[in-house]
């Protein structure tokens, strides 16, 4: 069993080949995918191709890279997509600070408006955190998400994970953790606990070894279940089984 739990399958890099794309990873023994909606038109995609796949789920939520564009009317949306049975979480939502592509107290607004719809609706939250790891604490312990949460593609210190542990969240690890330049992230992975992490992969972005340069996909996410298992001393169907498992009760199925 091997979850994937952060793909976006309904982006155009795979409008020509998503179907083959999607019985590529089931042959590779992925299981599972979650497929994460970021605008709302991706939402709207990911519940669509959900309804499609009996393995396939969808969450919804609102990138901070769109968050300038939101209005009551997005709100009205998601909270209607988050009625679908095959939505198990609320994001990606969070804050980024690198490419900066919303104002930064609009990105805050924003993600704390989504924390909140999160806890209305029951669900989990999906977090995005590029270079604003002080902001993002600062919220996220005022707002703290009832049914819990994961950082995706988790990138920062191993001190920053500790917190993020205490507060109940789970960590990802994708793509990036099979680089020579890993060495922070992997500290993060060998000291995780057993039943704190998922893996992902991000795709069609974040391609691991030795498939870098490449476009990503599901199936690609064997690298990281691979390095994890090196790392931790483990074997391969150990980690698959304990990323599932966890992967299962963050998304209460
Ligand atoms: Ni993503």
Same mark, same amino acid.
């Given at each position: 069993?091997?979850?994937?739990?952060?793909?976006?399958?309904?982006?155009?890099?795979?409008?020509?080949?998503?179907?083959?794309?999607?019985?590529?990873?089931?042959?590779?023994?992925?299981?599972?995918?979650?497929?994460?909606?970021?605008?709302?038109?991706?939402?709207?995609?990911?519940?669509?191709?959900?309804?499609?796949?009996?393995?396939?789920?969808?969450? &919804?939520? #609102? =990138?901070?890279? %769109? +968050?300038?564009?939101?209005?009551?009317?997005?709100?009205?949306?998601? /909270?209607?997509?988050?009625?679908?049975?095959?939505?198990?979480?609320?994001?990606?939502?969070?804050?980024?600070?690198?490419?900066?592509?919303?104002?930064?107290?609009?990105?805050?607004?924003?993600?704390?408006?989504?924390?909140?719809?999160?806890?209305?609706?029951?669900?989990? &939250?999906? #977090? =995005?955190?590029? %270079? +604003?790891?002080?902001?993002?604490?600062?919220?996220?312990?005022?707002? /703290?998400?009832?049914?819990?949460?994961?950082?995706?593609?988790?990138?920062?210190?191993?001190?920053?994970?500790?917190?993020?542990?205490?507060?109940?969240?789970?960590?990802?690890?994708?793509?990036?953790?099979?680089?020579?330049?890993?060495?922070?992230?992997?500290?993060?992975? &060998?000291?995780?606990?057993?039943?704190?992490?998922?893996?992902?992969?991000?795709?069609?972005?974040?391609?691991?070894?030795?498939?870098?340069?490449?476009?990503?996909?599901?199936?690609?996410?064997?690298?990281?279940?691979?390095?994890?298992?090196?790392?931790?001393?483990?074997?391969?169907?150990?980690?698959?089984?304990?990323?599932?498992?966890?992967?299962?009760?963050?998304?209460?199925?």
């Amino acid at each position: 069993m091997i979850w994937d739990t952060h793909a976006h399958l309904d982006d155009s890099q795979f409008e020509t080949d998503r179907e083959i794309v999607i019985e590529r990873a089931r042959e590779a023994g992925i299981t599972t995918i979650v497929n994460i909606g970021h605008t709302e038109s991706s939402c709207s995609e990911a519940v669509k191709l959900a309804g499609r796949y009996p393995f396939i789920y969808a969450t &919804v939520g #609102i =990138h901070p890279h %769109d +968050a300038k564009d939101c209005t009551e009317k997005t709100w009205e949306l998601l /909270l209607k997509l988050s009625q679908n049975p095959k939505v198990v979480a609320w994001g990606e939502i969070g804050l980024d600070y690198y490419r900066d592509l919303s104002p930064r107290d609009v990105q805050r607004q924003v993600f704390i408006r989504q924390l909140e719809l999160a806890n209305e609706t029951g669900l989990p &939250v999906i #977090i =995005h955190n590029r %270079d +604003a790891h002080g902001d993002i604490i600062e919220v996220i312990k005022k707002h /703290l998400p009832s049914a819990g949460g994961v950082f995706h593609s988790y990138s920062g210190s191993w001190e920053m994970a500790e917190e993020l542990l205490r507060l109940g969240f789970y960590l990802s690890f994708s793509g990036p953790l099979t680089f020579k330049n890993a060495r922070h992230t992997l500290k993060v992975a &060998v000291n995780v606990p057993e039943d704190r992490f998922v893996v992902e992969t991000d795709s069609p972005y974040l391609t691991p070894e030795p498939y870098r340069g490449k476009r990503n996909e599901p199936g690609y996410v064997r690298e990281v279940v691979a390095k994890i298992a090196e790392i931790k001393g483990l074997p391969f169907e150990r980690v698959a089984q304990l990323s599932s498992n966890n992967a299962k009760r963050l998304f209460g199925l």
